[in-house]
T-cell receptor
Framework: AQSVTQLGSHVSVSEGALVLLRCNYS??????LFWYVQYPNQGLQLLLK??????LVKGINGFEAEFKKSETSFHLTKPSAHMSDAAEYFC???????????FGKGNQVVVIP | DVKVTQSSRYLVKRTGEKVFLECVQD?????MFWYRQDPGLGLRLIYF???????EKGDIPEGYSVSREKKERFSLILESASTNQTSMYLC????????????????FGPGTRLTVL
């Protein structure tokens, strides 16, 4: 079955520093991969998704992620963190058919002024 | 603009009560999903539906049931609430049903924080 692993439940980053959130997937078929963000007291919002069109995917709010098949990874990055990036971030992989998703455990990002 | 609404943001119930959580989407989507979110566990799928009156079990269906009588509405039912069902419940929807691709985006509601005393 498809699954994703996100390490480090809490990630602290200084304002202006690089944001790097790691996601590794396990899939027996070519995966579709997603990053979602959850701001405090809100539902999840799509940041970006990989659908095999391009390995480097650009999303909203300056985030991007690179699909690396050889490393089974889909890490999320942003060159310069803003205070507004404080949120929880989830990586997810899609099951084939019905658009069923398996989520990672999430990374709570804290931005330090 | 895409919208998924949930009937309550906060809900407090007593053990043994029957609880209904309602979700409505206005995007004419075929697929609808119920997740629960717990700290350190991420989101886990309870049930989903790919068409009216159709439902499929997710990863943690025990203690829950669902109802989908109309395309836009998907209800989660706790037949007899227990304290271990205290959680955040998130509803989502996506398009295309059975023909849908695995790359479709899911759109989420704001969540219902349920406390069972």
């Amino acid at each position: 079955a498809q699954s994703v692993t996100q390490l480090g439940s809490h990630v602290s980053v200084s304002e202006g520093a690089l944001v790097l959130l790691r996601c590794n997937y396990s899939s027996s078929v070519p995966p579709y991969l997603f990053w979602y963000v959850q701001y405090p007291n809100q539902g999840l919002q799509l940041l970006l998704k990989y659908t095999s069109a391009a390995t480097l995917v650009k999303g909203i709010n300056g985030f991007e992620a690179e699909f690396k098949k050889s490393e089974t990874s889909f890490h999320l990055t942003k060159p310069s963190a803003h205070m507004s990036d404080a949120a929880e971030y989830f990586c997810a992989v899609s099951y084939f058919g019905y658009n069923r998703l398996a989520f990672g455990k999430g990374n709570q990002v804290v931005v330090i002024p | 603009d895409v919208k998924v609404t949930q009937s309550s943001r906060y809900l407090v119930k007593r053990t043994g009560e029957k609880v209904f959580l309602e979700c409505v989407q206005d995007m004419d989507h075929e697929n609808m999903f119920w997740y629960r979110q717990d700290p350190g566990l991420g989101l886990r799928l309870i049930y989903f539906s790919y068409d009216v009156k159709m439902k499929e079990k997710g990863d943690i269906p025990e203690g829950y049931s669902v109802s989908r009588e109309k395309k836009e509405r998907f209800s989660l039912i706790l037949e007899s609430a227990s304290t271990n069902q205290t959680s955040m419940y998130l509803c989502a929807s996506s398009s295309n049903g059975l023909a849908g691709g695995p790359s479709d985006t899911q759109y989420f509601g704001p969540g219902t924080r349920l406390t069972v005393l």
